[in-house]
């Protein structure tokens, strides 16, 4: 059995400016964390893109030939 930690037993304090002041700069360091991605270039994110509709066209094509063969054998089985 573990005890409470001082960070489990804190209570609720009321807002102080410091806490407003870091609400106010999340959108600053927001824009500062999308300048350190790494941004794919035009050609890898075509490439990708291409492969993601490619893996989602056969995964359907899969699936709904699975459904039509299932549908299939019901309709032979219970007619």
Partial sequence: MTSPTSEDTETASPQTSAETGRRGGFLAATFEELKL????????????????????????????????FYAWAASQVFL
């Fill in 37 to 68: 991605v790494v941004w794919p270039s035009r050609q890898q994110l075509f490439s990708e893109s291409v492969a993601v509709i490619l893996m989602v066209s056969l995964s359907a094509a899969a699936i709904s030939a699975l459904s039509r």
